[in-house]
């Protein structure tokens, strides 16, 4: 026994809680993090969650990205050459100058070029035979027979990124057996893709690349064109989205082949991109894995940012080629403790503040101003803040027969739970103050964001004192009283008014912020029932119109107010039409002030169309406006080129990681504490010991 200890503690180079497999090379530049939900959609045409872009971004190259240092946000080519020619037309076809009033333009034409020589990841579906012939488009049952995973094909092919590809993923956009999200939205502003949707709609996806969009034209091999109806200067901005980035006709072939569909080998799974990464490891009960993509095009670092960048080192690695790291690890972690003591252990390499953590992260220094508590410098952890282009709210799903609609009665009961819901409670207690409160969709630092007494909702808040202040109590009981719900009790039936709040919040640390939410309504005596369940059921819920109030959030897909607004656009609607407008709000000069400030600049005017918006969501209250967080990033000094980017999904191919401190570090940190054991082993021989020598003891007599 003591032998076996001494040799442990001598030999064993590692640590005993590394939770990483011993064959891990740490020579390699290996990102560790985590994922707590397991993404639903890996399909760029289908996924519409931050969680899932952590991994799509990396996949997946639209034609043009988001500088990764500049401020203000700056969009650059990304697979394209430059960035678009914009060519504006009248109803007759006729060219238009650049400065034509928006009335007079009838279309606009985006004409894309993108870069020759890019190629895709190795995958299965472009694998050809000697004599060109695709291998495993058409798998025989035998084939298959063999095939349980995708990395179960051991013949793999690539091919240049061609402008056809582009055009093929916007014709899934409405293909009904994808239901993409942006879909209906599209149809609005792409020429022909409305009648094209109508053409395809009983075909099957194989059949996409045999029918053209009128509006959406292969102009050659490396050029594309886009039509736009009217003027929508916005839509430059979905064009740095995975909705438009390319997508060959041999992903649909392949991954249409139901004897693979059955096994669950498909393009919702297993992506096929052009980007610096590639998903190698999908299990999403464990862990994803992706590494670098051997075949990604030259693409450098920046060489410029903004001022502070160069001090703050991120240009160290200016015009270097990217990416910098190899292979990224995110591991399931449904708990924060468990995934906050291993960033401290160093098996993380970066981390947010959970509220319990907050205290041993964060301190107040004696200006009031925030930094990072001795523990955290000593470990050369690193922290970062920013005000996120992000707002969480409480949704009434405008179809449901109490909360929903646009009677008198339903819209006083909404107003009645914005005042009573106390977000600004919410902030301190749960959130240690890293939150401002909405006061509608908009928020700070995008286009008509007023933070002064002239931005108030003022039917939940007063000016008072120079600042914001929400509104008493009294004033939601008075509107409960006017909608027929005094004290909680209906007045038509006597009964007591119970809503339900659906929520994909259900682990032990949401437990008290549910509860806080039924003390909120309470407050009002309404009683609130939780019906909680995993997030993909949860969206699905939401898709069918059947939750009726609900948590949720949305980051901003570019700096504009368009962004937010349509997520109340009627046409949007997520039961009605698989949009984005989650609550199914519908007013008609809304929509019509909708489509109209979508097609103009930033101007007065446009400002003044957005008050109007404003004023009018404000008074329908389909939203308790929640909060916009403010984000708090810890790093290890490890970890190199981190700044916030609130708008680029591509983050992790300009990120670099310096393994060999890490392990460092690791020894350092996670050394193992062997004198209780040495003490309990040194105890247990004195305390045999005795025993043992009066046993020998009583043999000898024996034998005497």
Not at 376 to 393: C, D, N, R
């Amino acid at each position: 026994m003591s032998l076996c200890f001494i040799s442990l503690v001598a030999c064993n180079d590692g640590v005993l809680n590394n939770p990483y497999s011993a064959a891990a090379v740490e020579n390699q530049a290996v990102l560790y993090s985590s994922f707590s939900e397991r993404p639903k959609h890996l399909d760029p045409a289908k996924s519409y969650s931050s969680n899932e872009y952590v991994f799509i971004g990396q996949i997946y190259e639209p034609p043009f990205q988001y500088h990764y240092l500049k401020r203000p946000y700056e969009l650059e080519p990304l697979t394209a050459a430059q960035m678009p020619e914009v060519i504006y037309l009248d109803s007759d076809g006729n060219v238009l100058a650049k400065d034509a009033p928006a009335e007079n333009i009838a279309y606009s034409d985006y004409i894309i070029d993108i870069k020759p020589g890019i190629k895709y990841q190795p995958h299965a579906a472009l694998a050809k035979d000697a004599q060109g012939e695709y291998l495993h488009h058409q798998l025989t049952q035998a084939e298959l027979s063999e095939i349980t995973l995708l990395s179960d094909f051991t013949q793999t092919g690539t091919r240049e990124l061609v402008a056809a590809d582009y055009v093929h993923e916007i014709k899934r956009l409405v293909h009904p057996q994808i239901s993409s999200p942006i879909g209906e939205l599209m149809k609005q502003y792409i020429a022909g893709l409305g009648d094209y949707a109508l053409v395809i709609k009983d075909k099957p996806r194989t059949a996409l690349k045999d029918h053209e969009i009128s509006g959406v034209e292969v102009v050659d091999k490396y050029r594309y064109k886009i039509r736009i109806k009217g003027k929508y200067p916005q839509f430059i901005y979905w064009l740095a989205m995975p909705f438009f980035a390319p997508m060959p006709w041999e992903a649909d072939a392949f991954y249409s082949q139901q004897g693979l569909i059955d096994k669950n080998i498909t393009l919702d799974w297993q992506p096929l991109g052009t980007g610096a990464f590639m998903l190698e490891e999908n299990n999403p009960n464990l862990r994803m894995v992706m590494l670098k993509n051997p075949n990604y095009h030259a693409a450098f670092y920046p060489q410029e940012g903004e001022s502070g960048d160069q001090e703050q080192g991120l240009l160290h690695d200016a015009g270097k080629r990217l990416p910098f790291i190899d292979k990224a690890v995110y591991r399931l972690e449904k708990e924060t403790i468990p995934y906050w003591n291993k960033f401290l252990q160093g098996y993380y390499d970066a981390s947010g503040i959970a509220s319990d953590s907050f205290d041993q992260a964060v301190q107040f220094t004696g200006d009031g101003e925030l930094g990072l508590t001795i523990s955290m410098q000593e470990k050369g952890i690193q922290l970062q803040t920013a005000v996120t282009s992000s707002i969480f709210y409480m949704g009434f799903n405008m179809l449901d027969s109490i909360v929903g609609g646009d009677s008198e009665r339903a819209r006083k009961l909404r107003l009645a739970i914005s005042i009573a819901i106390d977000y600004e409670e919410y902030i301190s207690i749960f959130m240690n103050g890293r939150g401002v409160t909405a006061q509608d969709v908009i928020p700070p630092a995008i286009f008509g964001f007023n933070a002064g007494e002239q931005g108030i909702n003022p039917y939940v808040y007063d000016w008072v004192g120079g600042q914001a202040q929400r509104k008493p109590l009294q004033a939601a009981k008075q509107l409960m009283a006017a909608a027929g719900y005094a004290e909680g009790v209906d007045k038509e039936t006597g009964s007591a008014l119970i809503l339900y709040l659906d929520t994909a919040a259900s682990g032990p640390d949401d437990r008290a912020r549910l509860n806080w939410y039924r003390k909120q309504f309470a407050k009002l005596g309404i009683q609130l029932v939780i019906r909680a369940t995993d997030y993909n059921r949860f969206q699905q819920k939401m898709l069918n119109g059947n939750a009726q109030i609900f948590m949720w959030g949305w980051n901003a897909d570019y700096p504009d107010p368009e962004n937010f607004f349509f997520l109340l656009y009627g046409a949007n609607s997520k039961a009605l039409h698989g949009g984005e407008n989650a609550v199914n709000y519908q007013n008609s000069d809304f929509d019509r002030l909708f489509k109209q400030m979508s097609n103009m600049e930033n101007s007065p005017q446009r400002l003044a169309i957005v008050r109007e918006m404003q004023e009018i969501i404000r008074h329908d209250a389909p939203w308790v406006y929640g909060f916009h967080p403010k984000s708090f990033s810890l790093f290890h000094n490890w970890y190199h080129n981190l700044k916030p980017n609130l708008m680029a999904n591509n983050k992790l191919k300009y990120q670099r990681i310096e393994p060999r401190l890490r392990e460092e570090s690791r020894q350092q940190w996670n050394q193992p504490v062997l004198w209780p054991v040495i003490g309990i082993i040194v105890f247990l021989v004195l305390l045999i010991l005795p025993a043992i020598r009066s046993f020998q003891r009583r043999a000898r007599e024996t034998i005497k």
